[in-house]
């Protein structure tokens, strides 16, 4: 049975087509810069917006017509795998994310719950070896059940830290099972309301205590995904500790975790903690610890976590420059963790919404391609930084043969006269435009 019989499988017809139901700008198989596009992008669907959103918000009810629903919970579970694996093969799509709580029904015991992943990850299995699809990454969803409302690896009380510590462990076998290439922590509830009733360092160590155990049964059951942390600053805690890429990466160093942890950066969440997604895809990059996307946009004139799909041309040219400089992305990929507005509720909503985000990103790579190939910014950086390898006072600072002593008789005898370049920067971004049409 087909769940969108009226769509047939989407392809390139280039920019001028009119049918909804194409690429406009992604080719998988067009070559820019030596790979193919599909090679370049790794797109990956999320599970959770794209299967299990119904459309609510705190002011309205479920509005999503979606026609998976069965007569009981597993039966619905089931024929999500089935609409999910036609969506991905529809859209050449060839990795998927979940959580846990997505793919299967909690049920009444911890029993239950497993027995439902196995029951689930079974049938996802035998979807994947027909198609070839591949899992990008799995995690655990550990903030959304009561038992998680002061955190999981942060928690309070260590009989939560148990189950969330079987919930990882059952993560890690699924992953295993369907090869996953990475594993994701998102802390969503990992950090604190308010300070007068929390040990900030506790808690951050008994998180680092939660992941040193993961790498240890990774180790054992000899199954090693790319471990992410994915941070984001707030919502649902009001204090996220993963705050962004710096602050993650603090973490990491601090725990020693540098050999086995990356991160997994989202676009909405550098926007919520105050930054350009270029600059969290940089700040890894330069930490070589750049591991995966989730890319979606949120909106500048809202304070929270919109999720929507990434069609803002300029932003993603940037952000894929980033991945270019790094060399690719994999192992990681670009998940879309994105949702369809509340207007959009129809079935054929969750492919067009797709296929926006895919001709956005192919768009973002063909123009970040030729800014590489024109080294636009490679000029403009050498240019800025010219006087330090082009002065002998400049050479001698950054061979270290100069100290505040040396510094002080220089600028005592020339630092009246320094005279700075302009950056012209409203020309720069001008010609910028240039490379976005
Ligand atoms: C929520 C996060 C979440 C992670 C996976 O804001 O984006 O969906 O990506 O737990
Ligand atoms: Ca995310
Ligand atoms: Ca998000």
Known sequence: M?????????QFEGKETRNPFAFRHYNAEEVVLG????????FAVAYWHTMTQDGSDPFGMAINERSWFGKSEMETAKNRVEAFFEILE??????FCFHDVDIAPAGESIEEFMANLDEITDLIKVKMDE???????NTANMFSHPRFNNGAGSTNDPEVYAYAAAQVKKGLDISKKLNGQNYVFWGGREGY????????????????????????????????????????????????YDFDAATTMAFIKTYGLEGDFKLNLEANHATLAGHTFEHELRVAREYGALGSIDANQGDMLLGWDTDEFPTNVLDVTLAMYE??????????????????????????????????GMDTFARGLQ?????????????????????WNGTEIGKSILSDQ?????LTRYAYAHGDGVKLKSSHIEHVKSRLNDYLV
């Open 367 to 387: 123009a970040a391609a030729k800014l590489k190939e024109d080294g636009f910014f490679n000029e403009l950086i050498s240019d800025r930084y010219a006087k």
């Open 323 to 356: 991945i270019l400089e790094n060399g690719g992305i994999a192992p990681g990929g670009i998940n879309f963790d994105a949702k369809v507005r509340r207007s959009s509720f129809e079935m054929e909503d969750l492919l067009l919404a797709h296929i926006a």
């Open 2 to 10: 087909s769940y969108f019989p009226q769509v047939e499988k989407i």
């Open 193 to 240: 309301e308010t300070l007068l009733n929390t040990d900030m360092k506790f808690e951050q160590d008994n998180i680092a205590r939660l992941f040193k155990m993961v790498i240890r049964y990774a180790g054992k059951i000899g199954h090693k995904p790319q471990f992410l942390i994915e941070p984001k600053p707030k919502e649902p805690s009001k204090h996220q």
């Open 402 to 406: 100069e100290d505040l002593e040396s």
């Open 35 to 42: 790979k193919t596009m599909k090679e370049h992008l790794r």
């Open 90 to 95: 529809k859209l050449g799509v060839e990795y």
């Open 131 to 137: 198609t070839g699809i591949k899992l990008l990454w």
